[in-house]
């Protein structure tokens, strides 16, 4: 099956701090989301992006399909950005079946 | 919020039991999944649905198994409960015609 690797595996910043989190993948896919697991243990979707760049204020995602890689960017990082962040990637058709890299923890500090 | 909910929210069990874990949704979506996380491991889908009796298995299937009677509750069930299944097990959404799932609270399984 199709592998997920994701980059650095952990990172700590200080607040105010940017960052780049690296998702890559082994094989063609049209289907890639970004998720953020907070340190309570609830995952929230950021982005779905199989293609092209997207932002949504601080966050901001930019996936080359053709090279096999996604870059999620975080900018001015706070204390609520700390937690997981997943990469998942998969299909489209009956169901989006997703399988997912083993994330960059990220811990921000004041 | 999608408006799932999962229960329990927490179990202990021992070995051998049956333990059924449920899922639920309040906007009749046509997909719900069932991944499980661990450690080293990220999360790894065990079962889907796409519709009402409508269910496939995913990656990691083995000694579970779903049911979907309704389209707003999947089941997933451990016949015969092993640590090897301890784990967190989260369930999830996507909405017909877009990919974007959307998780619940998760249920933290421990089995002694």
């Known amino acids: 099956g199709i592998q997920v690797e994701q980059s650095p595996p952990d990172l700590i910043l200080q607040e105010g701090a940017n960052s780049t989190l690296r998702c890559n993948f082994s094989?063609?896919?049209?289907?890639l989301q970004w998720f953020h697991q907070n340190p309570w243990g609830q995952l929230i979707n950021l982005f779905y992006?199989?293609?092209g760049t997207k932002q949504n204020g601080r966050l901001s995602a930019t996936t080359v399909a053709t090279e096999r890689y996604s870059l999620l960017y975080i900018s001015s990082s706070q204390t609520t950005d700390s937690g997981v962040y997943f990469c998942?990637?998969?299909?489209?058709?009956?169901?989006?079946?997703?399988?997912f890299g083993t994330g960059t923890r990220l811990q921000v500090t004041l | 919020d999608a408006g799932i909910t999962q229960s329990p929210r927490h179990k202990v069990t021992e070995t051998g039991t049956p333990v059924t874990l449920r899922c639920h949704q309040t906007?009749?979506?046509?997909?719900m999944y069932w991944y499980r996380q661990d450690p080293g491991h990220g999360l790894r889908l065990i079962h889907y649905s796409y519709g009402v009796k409508d269910t496939d298995k995913g990656e990691v299937s083995d000694g579970y198994s779903v049911s979907r009677s309704k389209t707003e509750d999947f089941l997933l069930t451990l016949e015969s409960a092993t640590s090897s299944q301890t784990s967190v097990y989260f369930c999830?959404?996507?909405?017909?015609?877009?990919?974007?799932?959307?998780f619940g609270p998760g249920t933290r399984l421990l089995v002694l």
């Open positions: 992006i199989p293609s």
């Open positions: 999830a959404i996507s909405r017909q015609g877009q990919e974007t799932q959307y």
């Open positions: 094989d063609s896919v049209n289907n």
């Open positions: 906007e009749n979506h046509r997909y």
């Open positions: 998942a990637v998969g299909g489209t058709g009956t169901a989006s079946k997703l399988t």
